[in-house]
């Protein structure tokens, strides 16, 4: 099984839970000490409050839908390191592109959370 095929559907699930504005989902697809960094905004957000937070925000933008493109996969079975450049179409508003990077964790249960993010707008 490659990385790519052994990642997808918990890739699939967050960008899922993110266009349908699924809280629990989007919390539930990072690790309990998972860290966002924002190197646009310059801005850090650590643990499952300060995601919340911030996908508080993100739902204020309004419903959007997100494609990736420029994939790229590596790493071993344990940690997925993830790069795209990721396009997001906020509904009746502007579309935004960021470069982002993703290591995401093997957990006990054998799915994967995302641990580390860091993006930053193009």
Known sequence: MTLDSTLRPFIEKLAEAGQNHDEDGFINSYTPNATIVDITDKEIHAGHD???TLFRKYCTFGKWTSTASNEEFSGCEDII?????????????PTMSFNVLQYWRKVADGSYKCEVEQFTNT
């Open 81 to 93: 390191r993830y790069t795209c450049l990721s396009t997001l179409s906020i509904v009746n508003g």
């Open 50 to 52: 300060a995601l919340r």
